[in-house]
């Protein structure tokens, strides 16, 4: 069972324009983790976000989390081609259960140059 | 450090045939996660190791899929026989100390025929 879920499922921009990613989630966390998949490649760490943190920053990423919410968004600022990718959301299944994480079903991002 | 190293690749095999992937982790990490990808499905998670312990299976689709980790620098995943529903790209990913940030190989393109 997915426990995260993305919104959109595909996002096509502009070069130099934002892009804003959702992500929303069911169970309780500690952390809520963001990744990007390029084409035919592994996935690839992007920031990670305590459940006690509202906000981070990471160069032209900048993640929130709304835990009373229980969503997330990730926004990427003046997009560049090289952006083109999908980005997944992930969650710990069970609340301090180590190691395990659930990924969402991704937004697929184009930008175009 | 090269990174999660995946082997092989590309794998294309006829059904009934025993296929066996090959997972190197990053040194000093202690946990291992086998994941598959599919188009409909997304990432599954199928199995992870703590210390080269199995911790849940429960991802497993079938009894012809098994995982072994006999030390903390190689793990496989083997299926047989093999189906074509089989099909898909499997990746192996490691972390340190839980979910805090995994590194992902570039996966193996399973396609079985």
């Known amino acids: 069972s997915q426990q995260g879920e993305e919104d959109p499922q595909a996002l096509s921009i502009q070069e130099g324009e934002n892009a804003t990613m959702n992500c929303s989630y069911k169970?309780?966390?500690?952390?809520l983790q963001w990744y990007r998949q390029n084409s035919g490649r592994g996935l690839v760490h992007l920031i990670l976000?305590?459940?006690?943190?509202r906000e981070k920053h990471s160069g032209r990423l900048r993640v929130t989390l709304d835990t009373s919410k229980k969503s997330s968004s990730l926004l990427i600022t003046a997009s560049r081609a090289a952006d083109t990718a999908s980005y997944f959301c992930?969650?710990?299944?069970?609340?301090?259960?180590?190691?395990?994480?659930?990924f969402g079903q991704g937004t697929e991002l184009s930008v175009k140059p | 450090d090269a990174g999660v190293i995946q082997s092989p690749r590309h794998e294309v095999t006829e059904m009934g045939q025993e296929v066996t992937l090959r997972c190197k982790p990053i040194?000093?990490?202690?946990?291992l996660f086998w994941y598959r990808q599919t188009m409909m499905r997304g990432l599954e998670l199928l199995i992870y190791?703590?210390?080269?312990?199995?911790?849940?299976d429960s991802g497993m689709p079938e009894d012809r899929f098994s995982a072994k980790m006999p030390n903390a620098s190689f793990s496989t995943l083997k299926i047989q026989p093999s189906e074509p529903r089989d099909s898909a790209v499997y990746f192996c990913?490691?972390?340190?100390?839980?979910?805090?940030?995994?590194?992902f190989g570039s996966g193996t393109r399973l396609t079985v025929v």
């Open positions: 190791f703590n210390n080269n312990v199995p911790i849940d």
């Open positions: 976000i305590r459940s006690n943190e």
């Open positions: 169970t309780s966390i500690n952390n």
């Open positions: 990913a490691s972390s340190f100390a839980g979910a805090a940030g995994y590194t």
């Open positions: 040194s000093g990490h202690d946990y």
């Open positions: 992930a969650t710990p299944t069970i609340y301090n259960q180590g190691g395990k994480l659930i």
